[in-house]
């Protein structure tokens, strides 16, 4: 289990954060996403090391931007 | 036929008009809602008059403020 945690922009609100955070759960492995909305600081903790690409590609299906 | 406009504070994003516009869209006569986020303005188009207070209650629902 581990924990990785990506900086998210464009989050405005709690619905932006539930689409986050719904996105990137249904990453294989992903067992918790937790978001901090001021900061756009998004912790994964996963079973498995994580795919960068796999967490951008779903914070862009949310309809935002991984920073970096 | 009949449009009354209000403002609505605090949304910041599609969610939360979506939000508004399923609350405001749940109310007896209403048959149309146009949001336009970046001024708020909540345009609702009914059958009957509207009661505002009506329209407080389902902005309220929706977590947002209706303006005066």
Do not use: N, W
């Amino acid at each position: 289990m581990s924990d990785t945690t990506y900086k998210v922009t464009g989050m405005t609100c709690q619905h932006c954060v539930a689409s986050v955070t719904e996105e990137i759960s249904e990453i294989d492995g992903v067992t918790g996403v937790a978001v901090d909305l001021p900061t756009g600081a998004v912790t994964v903790t996963s079973t498995t090391p994580l795919d960068d690409a796999a967490v951008r590609a779903a914070v862009e299906e949310a309809g935002y931007e991984l920073a970096g």
